[in-house]
């Protein structure tokens, strides 16, 4: 079977490299926050990236990618209305495709921690008003604000270090699609003046 060969112009070649670069950008991001992703046919119009959802029985969702104004667009069919869904953003396509899943248990973990740091919040100020402060009974509740206060910034570091280990996972994916030998390879020699020729995978 041949090859089959495909002539872009430089101006289709840079149009396809902008187009493969917001399809990666893309890739990279939802694959931070755990969906299976891959990068199918880009095309000077259009690339494709294949994405499902990190939950049982989640079906790859392929989601189209353009530029309109220099802007990237994504748009996708959504499997129960059979309708096409499309988005600005990141943000918009990982929430619409449901790739960001809020566990129950982080749920209330949350819960805890918003409540916990209420209750500190009010020791704190309690402990501020000079009558209060000496109190015998206000000694235990100052060690439990600081004690609450401890452990929200140990919450907050754990927390700064997952959301910087997924933008690091976020960055490397990134490098590995666009270093990775594509299916597609740019093939400069053999084409006419002004053309550059493409093996379509």
Do not use: C, N
Not at 31 to 60: C, E, F, I, N
Not at 98 to 110: A, K, L, N, T, Y
């Amino acid at each position: 079977m041949g090859t089959k060969r495909v002539v872009y112009t430089p101006e289709q070649a840079q149009a396809r490299s902008d187009i493969k670069l917001a399809a990666v950008d893309l890739a990279a991001y939802l694959h931070g926050y755990g969906a299976r992703v891959s990068l199918r046919r880009v095309t000077p119009q259009r690339g494709t990236v294949s994405v499902r959802a990190p939950r049982p029985q989640a079906q790859p969702v392929a989601v189209e990618v353009r530029l309109e104004d220099g802007a990237p667009r994504y748009s996708w069919t959504d499997r129960e209305s059979g309708g096409e869904v499309e988005a600005s953003t990141f943000a918009e396509v990982r929430d619409e495709l449901g790739v960001r899943v809020r566990r129950p248990g982080r749920v209330v973990v949350e819960a805890l921690l918003a409540l916990l740091a209420v209750a500190a919040l009010a020791g704190l100020v309690a402990l501020t008003i000079p009558a209060w402060r000496h109190l015998e009974y206000m000694h235990p509740v100052r060690t439990v604000a600081l004690g609450v206060l401890l452990a929200g910034a140990a919450v907050v570091v754990l927390e700064a270090r997952r959301v910087r280990r997924r933008v690091t996972a976020q960055a490397e994916f990134a490098v590995r699609m666009r270093s990775a030998k594509e299916r597609e390879q740019l093939v400069v020699r053999g084409a006419a003046p002004g053309e550059r020729t493409a093996v379509a995978g």
